[in-house]
């Protein structure tokens, strides 16, 4: 990962928001009623679009059903949350309205590597499937997600990356919502670093001379007040032949400020290991029949240190998640193991709740 992203802290928006006539979506904050126009409807009255965003909008039906959407989600996730929780998603959305402004070429041509309105599409609907899922309600936890965005021109960039001729960053990870104690608020500290963001609602600057975009994304496993397990992806691509990836899974015991340990799960040592390895050598033979590609392995002892790295786990209620890289392999194995099969060698009972299916 390299050093050249600086985070600084931002001022607060203290402006009613609803008076920065750029974006569409800008009733969406002031909550005023959806009106519809001729042909599709949108989160603002078509009659009144003055901002070219706005007129990409009311000019394109799928798009203009798209904003209409993305309202609808926006709303649902600000009425689950805390005041606090409502304050950083709306400086979340604002920052991804200001993003797609920039990368989408918004009354910016000369920036723009493909039409606004394609670009603008793609957002939205990437957008709306980040809204329906920002927030999650799991045996009386809520957690909500916290978006970082920022994309700046940049002289060095090429044809490469998310956007040609842009650095960007898109970062997301989850919070407890309204932490209830010392020990909520710990682990909502923890992500936060290991997400490599900062504050949630941090300013960021790119050296322009610079060609990046780093992504951070987040996969929630178990969730309870008792533990949560988490996998952070992180990926910096340098518009070059090959991009810097890792992953960090997170599995967290909150209350006792500790991270999950084998003897947590397994009774005992070696017959559990040499269980799951010979499982998944079975799911990894499987996945590469069916991409025509070869295993650089092939005995279960050889996947044995690495499946029993708990660094690689995610657990989830119904299945073991192992996500690992092996050397000189191209694919990035990933293992899906269901508790049923693994029932002989489990703990009982078990510090977190799995499926009995």
């Known amino acids: 990962m390299r050093g050249n992203v600086t985070l600084r802290q931002s001022k607060r928006v203290t402006a009613p928001l609803g008076r920065w006539r750029g974006p569409a979506f800008v009733v969406a904050f002031a909550m005023v009623p959806m009106l519809s126009h001729t042909g599709a409807t949108a989160s603002f009255p078509c009659a009144a679009a003055m901002a070219p965003r706005e007129r990409l909008i009311c000019g394109n039906p799928d798009l203009s059903r798209a904003d209409e959407a993305l309202t609808t989600a926006y709303k649902a996730a600000l009425s689950a949350l805390s005041e606090r929780g409502r304050e950083v998603t709306r400086e979340g959305q604002w920052q991804w309205l200001r993003y797609t402004q920039t ?11 493909r039409p606004s309105v394609d670009c603008l599409k793609d957002e939205y609907a990437a957008r709306h499937k980040q809204l329906k899922s920002a927030v999650v309600k799991r045996s009386g936890l809520v957690l909500r997600r916290v978006d970082l965005l920022k994309a700046t021109p940049s002289s060095a960039a ?26 909520e608020d710990a682990w909502n500290t923890l ?6 963001a900062g504050e ?19 996969v929630l496993g178990s969730v309870s007040p008792t533990m949560i397990s988490l996998r952070l992806l992180i ?7 090959h991009g810097s990836a890792a992953d960090e899974q997170i599995t967290w015991f909150i209350r006792e400020g500790r991270a999950l340990k084998a003897e947590d799960v397994f009774e005992g040592t070696q017959t559990w290991q040499e269980a799951l390895a ?30 029993s790295d708990l660094a690689h786990w995610l657990i989830t209620d ?14 990035v194995a990933l293992s899906v193991i269901a508790w049923s099969k693994l029932k002989r060698y489990l703990r009982s009972p078990l510090p977190f709740v799995i499926s009995s299916d």
């Open 103 to 113: 990368v989408c070429g918004i009354g910016l041509r000369r920036y723009a590597s």
């Open 158 to 183: 090429g044809g490469g990356g998310r956007y040609a001729g842009f650095n960007t960053m898109v970062i997301s990870y989850p919070q407890i919502d309204k932490p209830s104690d010392k020990h």
């Open 191 to 196: 992500v936060l670093k290991h997400s490599r």
């Open 200 to 218: 949630a609602v941090a300013g960021v600057s790119f050296d322009p001379n610079d060609d990046h975009d780093l992504t951070v994304s987040y």
């Open 235 to 241: 990926y910096d691509d340098e518009h070059g032949p």
């Open 278 to 307: 010979r499982l998944v050598l079975d799911q990894a033979e499987r996945a590469a029949h069916m991409g025509g590609y070869d295993l650089p392995f092939s005995q279960p002892s050889e996947l044995a240190n690495e499946v």
């Open 318 to 331: 119904r299945a073991l998640q192992i996500r690992f890289n092996i050397d000189a392999f191209p694919h």
